[in-house]
Structure formats: C-alpha cells, structure tokens
C-alpha cells in the first residue's frame, strides 16, 4: 500500500518532444509529491513538486498534473532537450512517519537531438 | 556553501568486513535519512532520524546500523550481516516543517564488495 509504480522504465524523445512519465499511489496517507532528476554518478535534485489539494503546478518546461480521484501523478516536460537526459523519480511522502519520501522505480530519458 | 557531504566517494569491502559511510550536513536540519539505490529498484529506505540521538528502521534496515550523536552527522555502518551490500548509497536531509520542505541529497556513496 505504500508502493509508488511509475512507468516507463525508459523512455526515448526526440529534441523538441514532450516526455510524459506517470505515477500511481494507493495511500491515502501521501501529502505531498516531489519530482526528483539524478545524472549518472550525481545525487538526486528536487525538480519540481505538488501538494494533493492541487491540479496542476508548471514551472518553466516542466508540469505536474495531479489526479487525485485516479491516484496518479505525472511529470510533463515540454519542449525536450538533450541535457534533460537523466533519471527522473517520482516520490510521495508519508507526513506523520518523519517525512521519509516513497520512491518509484525511475525512468531513464534519453532525448536525442 | 549549505549542503550535504557524503565520504568517501568509492568504497571497497572485503567480505566479512563492517564498512562506514559518512553523512554530514550544514543545513540545520533535524531530519537525515539513508536510501540505497540499486538499478531498476528506484530509492530504498534504509534509516532514518527526526532528531538526534533517534532513528527508525526503515524498509531495508537488515545488516545496517546507524547513529545520531550529533544534528549534523547521520553515518551509516554496513555490517557483515547485509548479505548483498554492493549499491550506490544516499544520505539526505530535510527540514521538515511540514510544508513543501525539499530533500537534499549528497552525492552518494558507491559501495563494492571485493
């Protein structure tokens, strides 16, 4: 019940696309929901995130569309670039079990220019 | 500058030996965790500690042990017991003030068993 799944496992966009990597949850529990992105070799970088009484949060190519009803987030990056190329992973946290984060399983982009 | 040092970089163990990373922070925060990761699997907890001189186990905490004598330091041993310790390791902290309180993360420890 605490699994967060994510999907793809990889994904290939050219230059200029839109990548699209979704998320699903089952607790309830979960207020709050990061984006992480990881280069090779590199500790994970929050990138963007979303509270559940939120749709929609966009910060420059990059939005959070939140379903709440559905259980299932997704990262939309707009306008791809080579140097997105990276490991994305969604999260979700527990507040009242310290914060720990939830992570799914990542997806490796490659945008290909 | 603020942020999050892990040490060292590359690690080696031979088997049967305990192993310690180091997790530093200058970010005054109270809460530190331990994630491994291994490919395909995402970010697995390990340990975590809201506070010093406490912490929890988290999903994976067989074969480690932890400490929190100080707010700044959170090292994580990998004992003899962790029968499968090869893994990128990350430590992390948050503020957790129960707002959109971000996790920073260090650069990570790779461990390899020799």
């Known amino acids: 019940q605490q699994q967060v799944k994510q999907s793809p496992q990889s994904l290939i966009v050219q230059k200029g696309g839109i990548s699209i990597i979704n998320c699903a949850y089952e607790n309830t529990a979960f207020d709050y929901f990061p984006w992480y992105q990881q280069f090779p070799g590199k500790g994970p970088a929050l990138l963007i995130a979303?509270?559940?009484?939120?749709s929609e949060k966009k910060e420059g190519r990059f939005t959070i569309s939140f379903n709440k009803s559905a259980k299932q987030f997704s990262l939309h990056i707009m306008d791809s670039q080579p140097g997105d190329s990276a490991t994305y992973f969604c999260a979700a946290r527990i507040y009242n079990q310290g914060g720990k984060l939830i992570f799914g399983q990542g997806t490796e982009l490659s945008v290909k220019p | 500058d603020g942020g999050i040092t892990q040490s060292p970089k590359y690690l080696f163990r031979k088997e049967g030996q305990n192993v310690t990373l180091s997790c530093e922070q200058n970010?005054?925060?109270?809460?530190m965790y331990w994630y491994r990761q291994d490919p395909g699997q995402g970010l697995r907890l390990i340990y975590y500690s809201q506070i010093v001189n406490d912490f929890q186990k988290g999903d994976i905490a067989e074969g480690y042990s932890v400490s929190r004598e100080k707010k700044e330091s959170f090292p994580l041993t990998v004992t003899s017991a962790q029968k499968n310790p090869t893994a990128f390791y990350l430590c992390?902290?948050?503020?957790?003030?129960?707002?959109?309180?971000?996790?920073?993360f260090g650069q990570g420890t790779r461990l390899t068993v020799v």
């Open positions: 970010l005054n925060h109270d809460a």
């Open positions: 992390a902290s948050s503020d957790h003030s129960g707002g959109e309180d971000e996790a920073f």
């Open positions: 979303i509270r559940p009484d939120v």
